[in-house]
């Protein structure tokens, strides 16, 4: 498989994921809180390169691989995910400058589980949820050991470690996207030789 081809690959793991996490939040009414970016201007949320290959290969697309990879290069160490935009002093408020190619990771906050070491189902969920829909949340948790559905997060992962183990390594969320910007813009550097080449 080549770079693209894993992206592409990546983005079918996405799209079945979505399918599933619609129907988990219609039912559990656990969808995330308008406006919210607690989990997002968290610079320490770990990530994959694979997950954000969609996103690369999308900004590089709209010619924005390059000054985004800039901006990350030159950005403070700490700094949330260079596609949050927040909108509040804090950082708590705002919103993903490209959402529909966000990383695996921010597909399955609040909306998958993980299994404790006794193999019961646990919520994968921030603090902000808890406090905001608090029944909702002792329901739901209540609920996935019993008749509902959810997605389980390692399921996930080990699918993109199929595509490719090795871009499966955790670093920061901006680590992992400067990754995925440089291996698009040599991929794609080498694709116009090519073609330069046979022309």
């Known amino acids: 498989m080549n770079l693209a081809e894993k992206s592409q690959a990546t983005l079918d793991v996405f799209s079945e994921l979505e399918s599933e996490t619609k129907q988990f939040v219609s039912e559990s009414g656990l969808g995330c809180?308008?406006?919210?970016?607690?989990?997002?201007a968290n610079p320490r949320v770990p990530a994959s390169p694979l997950e954000f290959l969609p996103l690369a290969f999308d900004l590089y697309a709209k010619g924005l691989a390059e000054s985004t990879l800039?901006?990350?290069?030159?950005?403070?160490?700490?700094?949330?995910?260079?596609?949050?935009?927040?909108?509040?002093?804090?950082?708590?408020?705002?919103?993903?400058?490209?959402?529909?190619?966000?990383?695996?990771?921010?597909?399955?906050?609040a909306a998958s589980a993980r299994r404790t070491k006794y193999g019961k189902k646990d919520l994968i969920i921030c603090k902000v949820l808890k406090e905001e829909k608090p029944e909702a949340y002792l329901n739901t948790s209540e609920r996935i050991n019993k008749d509902m559905d959810i997605p389980?997060?390692?399921?996930?992962?080990?699918?993109?470690?199929?595509?490719?183990?090795?871009?499966?390594?955790?670093?920061?969320?901006?680590?992992?996207?400067a990754f995925a910007l440089e291996l698009v813009l040599r991929y794609k550097f080498y694709e116009e030789q090519e073609v330069d080449v046979i022309a």
């Open 152 to 177: 389980l997060a390692t399921a996930f992962y080990s699918r993109l470690d199929e595509i490719d183990q090795s871009l499966c390594q955790q670093f920061t969320i901006n680590e992992a996207i």
């Open 33 to 40: 809180v308008s406006g919210c970016g607690f989990c997002c």
């Open 70 to 109: 800039a901006s990350l290069e030159s950005s403070e160490e700490g700094a949330s995910c260079v596609m949050y935009k927040p909108q509040s002093a804090d950082g708590k408020q705002g919103f993903c400058g490209n959402h529909t190619k966000r990383g695996m990771i921010c597909r399955l906050f």
